[in-house]
C-alpha cells in the first residue's frame, strides 16, 4: 500500500471515531429515556353514584359567648383561654358594691311595710270588735278594711321589689353553663362589661359536629352512606378518619351562596378534634337523570368516566391526554374535561372506560420525543 493511501485511511478512521464519540451522548440519553416505564392508570366508569370531595369545618354544638346582664368593672377573673371549666364554676365576678347597697335598702323597705301592715291588721280587727258593739258606723268599718287591704298590696310591691333587687344582684356573679374550655378571653381584670358585651367563649368539647355546604341542586340527590368517613388531614394516621354518628341536613338555603348546610355529629373518641379543625367529607350522590341534566346540557345520561387529576394537561387552547394503545406506543388524544372530584377529574368525552391513559404527561411527551430521536 502506497504512503499516501495509507494516510488517507488513518484519516478517515479518526473522522469517524470522533464523530461517533461526539453522537453517543445524545443516542444514550434518547436511547435511555425510551426505556423507562410509563405509569398508567384505566378510564374509570362509575353509574351507580356520584363522589364529590367537600371541604368543612368543625364546630361544638355548644358554643357560648359569655356575656353580661349589667354594666360594671371585672374584680375577679379567676379563668384564662384554654382552661377547662366545671359546670357552676365562677367565671366572672363583677363589682356589685351599689347593687347590694340597693339591696340593703329595699330590704329595709320591706320590714317598714311589713310594719305598718301589722298596725294596720290589729286597726281593722279593732274597728270590727267597735261595730260588733254598735259603737262604728258601717262606713267606719269599710274604710279600716280598705286601709288594711291597701297597706297588704303595698306590702307585696315592695317584697316583689326587693326579690328582683336580689336576682339582679346575682347577675355580677357569673358561672360555667357546662364543663368545658374556654376558647376565647378578650376580657381583662378591671375592664368594664357592657350588657350583651362578649366576655369570652366556652364550648364543651363532648358535642362537636361537621359542617359543609352542598350546592343545592344535589342535595334531593344526597346519599346516606353507612360507611362514610370524615377525613382529618391534621391529625396523626390512627385518628385521620372518624365515622360520624348521624347526618342532619338542615331544610334552609342560604340565598346569597345557593347551598344547604350538611351536618355530621362526631363520637367524642378524640381530644385531638377541636373547633375549627378542618375536615374533608367524600358525599355519595344517586345518580338521578334530572341532577346528570343538570350539570351540563349536552351531558348524556350514560356512566361517568374518569381519570386522575394529573393525566389531563392543556396544550394552547385544546385539553388533551396520552393514550396506551394495543401496540404499547403513547397516542396523544383531545379530550373535554369536566369537574374535578378529589383526585380524580371527569371526562365527558373523547374516551372510552377501560382505556389506559398516562399518569405523567411531561413524561409521556419526552418519552414520545426520545423515541422518535432514537428510530432517527
Known amino acids: 500500500m502506497s504512503k499516501l493511501n495509507t494516510q488517507s485511511l488513518v484519516l478517515a478512521v479518526s473522522a469517524l471515531v470522533t464523530a461517533s464519540t461526539f453522537s453517543l451522548p445524545a443516542y444514550s440519553w434518547a436511547q435511555s429515556a425510551s426505556q423507562q416505564v410509563l405509569a398508567t392508570a384505566p378510564v374509570r366508569s362509575a353509574n351507580d353514584q356520584i363522589q364529590l370531595r367537600v371541604d368543612g369545618v368543625v364546630e361544638a354544638v355548644r358554643y357560648t359567648d359569655i356575656s353580661a346582664q349589667v354594666s360594671g368593672a371585672i374584680v375577679e377573673l379567676p379563668v384564662q383561654a384554654g382552661a377547662p371549666i366545671q359546670r357552676g364554676q365562677l367565671l366572672v365576678r363583677i363589682d356589685a358594691r351599689a347593687a347590694q347597697q340597693e339591696l340593703s335598702a329595699s330590704r329595709a323597705q320591706v320590714d317598714a311595710i311589713k310594719a305598718n301592715l301589722v298596725v294596720a291588721e290589729k286597726d281593722y280587727e279593732r274597728q270590727k270588735l267597735l261595730f260588733e258593739k254598735n259603737y262604728i258606723s258601717q262606713a267606719q268599718l269599710d274604710r279600716a278594711l280598705a286601709q288594711f287591704k291597701s297597706v297588704a298590696a303595698q306590702a307585696n310591691a315592695q317584697i316583689a321589689q326587693a326579690a328582683a333587687v336580689q336576682t339582679q344582684s346575682g347577675f355580677y356573679i357569673i358561672t360555667a353553663p357546662y364543663d368545658g374550655f374556654v376558647a376565647a378571653m378578650p376580657s381583662a381584670l378591671g375592664q368594664m362589661v357592657m350588657p350583651g358585651r362578649s366576655i369570652m367563649t366556652v364550648y364543651d368539647p363532648t358535642q362537636l359536629r361537621v359542617v359543609i355546604s352542598v350546592p343545592q341542586a344535589r342535595v334531593a340527590s344526597l346519599k346516606n352512606d353507612p360507611n362514610l368517613r370524615i377525613e382529618f388531614p391534621s391529625l396523626p394516621s390512627n385518628e385521620r378518619f372518624v365515622k360520624p354518628l348521624t347526618m342532619t341536613v338542615l331544610p334552609l338555603s342560604d340565598a346569597s351562596t345557593h347551598t344547604v348546610q350538611v351536618r355530621f355529629d362526631l363520637p367524642n373518641q378524640s381530644k385531638n378534634i377541636t373547633p375549627g379543625l378542618f375536615a374533608r367529607v367524600n358525599l355519595s350522590f344517586v345518580n338521578d337523570d334530572s341532577n346528570v341534566a343538570s350539570d351540563?346540557?349536552?351531558?348524556?345520561?350514560?356512566?361517568?368516566?374518569?381519570?386522575?387529576?394529573?393525566?389531563?394537561?392543556?396544550?394552547?387552547?385544546?385539553?388533551?391526554?396520552?393514550?396506551?394503545?394495543?401496540?404499547?406506543?403513547?397516542?396523544?388524544?383531545?379530550?373535554?374535561?369536566?369537574?374535578?372530584?378529589?383526585?380524580?377529574?371527569?371526562?365527558?368525552?373523547?374516551?372510552?372506560?377501560?382505556?389506559?391513559?398516562?399518569?405523567?404527561?411531561?413524561?409521556?411527551?419526552?418519552?414520545?420525543?426520545?423515541t422518535s430521536a432514537v428510530s432517527q
Open 296 to 370: 351540563s346540557a349536552n351531558r348524556s345520561t350514560a356512566n361517568r368516566l374518569f381519570v386522575p387529576v394529573g393525566a389531563i394537561f392543556r396544550r394552547a387552547e385544546l385539553y388533551a391526554v396520552y393514550v396506551m394503545n394495543g401496540q404499547g406506543k403513547t397516542v396523544l388524544r383531545q379530550v373535554k374535561p369536566g369537574p374535578v372530584n378529589g383526585v380524580e377529574q371527569e371526562v365527558l368525552s373523547g374516551l372510552s372506560a377501560g382505556e389506559l391513559v398516562v399518569r405523567d404527561p411531561r413524561l409521556a411527551a419526552t418519552m414520545t420525543t426520545a
